[in-house]
Structure formats: structure tokens, C-alpha cells
């Protein structure tokens, strides 16, 4: 008895971690799951399910499901992801995706995304056809394009010597728009836009 829980055990031990992955290399996943993955290297993922990504260097994906995502390096055009958390230190351009929590330091161009809780953006950003709940920007530009918003903070940037800019275009509602400098600019572009509050800021319509 005590031999067959024995071997059990370890097959369920030897099992679990093969899941569980390390790599340094360039990488192509497809149709895999794992229990963790941490990767060093270029990385390329189609239908891949895993608990935790780590990623360190370029990424680009189709299809991914994961609890949490963390990359150090340019995410390209990807699609098709649903996270619970994910965190980008680099560009990120992804589109048709869902998640709980976002963070980006670096430029973020998404559509078709939706963000359950809180964005996190410090840089450039953009977003088309996309929901937000909590959006919260540090950059000198934001771009919205038929997108919604509950809440949308614009952080004060010392750095910069131009007012920060908010465009808005297309069927896009946002409740709420401060802009924490106070001289922000709202620029709006076509008779489909609502904005219900707006603080620190002036709008200019197109």
C-alpha cells in the first residue's frame, strides 16, 4: 500500500513538472499548456494555456490564456487573450483580448479590449473599440475611438512644456475625464461623442 501511494505521488510530482517551464532561446509554442512559464528569449505563442507567463524579450501571441502576464520587451500585434493580470514593460499593440488589470510602461496601442478593473498606461496610447472601467494615463497623448470609459485620470507630466491632449473620435462615451495638471485639452471629432464631466481641461470641438 505504502508503495503504490509512493508511485502515485512521484508520477503526480514528475507530471506537475513538466509543466512547469524555464527557458533561454528563442521560442514557438502552439496548442500547449503548462503550469508556469518563464522564458528568456524571443518568444511566439498560438493556443497556449498557462497559470503564470514571465517573459524577458519580444513577444507576440494568438490565443493565450493566462492568470498573469509579465513581459519585459515589445508585445506585437497580437490577439485573442484573456488575463487576469498583465503587466508590459515595453510597446504593446494587441487587439480582441480581455483581462481584469493592465499595466503598461510604454507605448499601447489596443482594439477591441476590454479591462474590467484598472489601466495603467505610462506613454503613448491609443484605443479603439474598447471598454474601460479605471483608465489611468501618463503621457502627452491619449487617443479614444469608439471606445467607453468610466473614469479617465490624466496624470500630470512636470516633464512636459505642451498641454497634454485627449482625443476623441467615433461613438465614444466617457463619464468622467480629469486632467490632474489642469491645462489639458479635449479635442472632439465628430457629433457621437459624450462626455459627461470634465475637469482641468478645455474642449475644442471639430
Known amino acids: 500500500m505504502i508503495k503504490k501511494i509512493f508511485v502515485i505521488f512521484f508520477v503526480s510530482l514528475f507530471c506537475y513538472n513538466l509543466k512547469a517551464e524555464y527557458i533561454v532561446g528563442n521560442v514557438h509554442f502552439k496548442s500547449k499548456k503548462y503550469k508556469d512559464l518563464n522564458v528568456i ?21 494568438a490565443n493565450l490564456r493566462a492568470t498573469e502576464l509579465i ?19 515595453g510597446e504593446l499593440i494587441l487587439s480582441d483580448s480581455i483581462m481584469n488589470v493592465l499595466s503598461v510602461t510604454g507605448s499601447c496601442e489596443l482594439n477591441s479590449v476590454k479591462v474590467i478593473n484598472q489601466a495603467r498606461v505610462t506613454g503613448f496610447f491609443i484605443a479603439e473599440n474598447s471598454i474601460f472601467d479605471n ?9 479614444l475611438n ?7 485620470l490624466i496624470k500630470k507630466e512636470p516633464s512636459l512644456n505642451q498641454p497634454q491632449k485627449l482625443i476623441v473620435k467615433g461613438k465614444t462615451y466617457i463619464k468622467e475625464v480629469v486632467f490632474e495638471s489642469g ?12 462626455i459627461d464631466n470634465v475637469t482641468g481641461a478645455k474642449i475644442t470641438c471639430h
Not at 483608465?135 to 487617443?143: A, F, N, R, Y
Not at 469608439?146 to 479617465?152: D, E, F, M, Y
Not at 489639458?184 to 457621437?192: P, R
Open 183 to 194: 491645462q489639458g485639452e479635449i479635442h472632439i471629432y465628430g457629433k457621437a461623442v459624450v
Open 146 to 152: 469608439n471606445s467607453r470609459a468610466s473614469n479617465l
Open 135 to 143: 483608465l489611468c494615463i501618463s503621457g502627452k497623448k491619449v487617443v
Open 71 to 89: 513581459v519585459t520587451g515589445p508585445v506585437a500585434a497580437s490577439e485573442k487573450g484573456k488575463f487576469d493580470k498583465v503587466v508590459i514593460t
Open 41 to 61: 528569449g524571443e518568444a511566439r505563442f498560438e493556443d497556449v494555456q498557462s497559470d503564470v507567463i514571465v517573459i524577458t524579450g519580444p513577444f507576440q501571441f
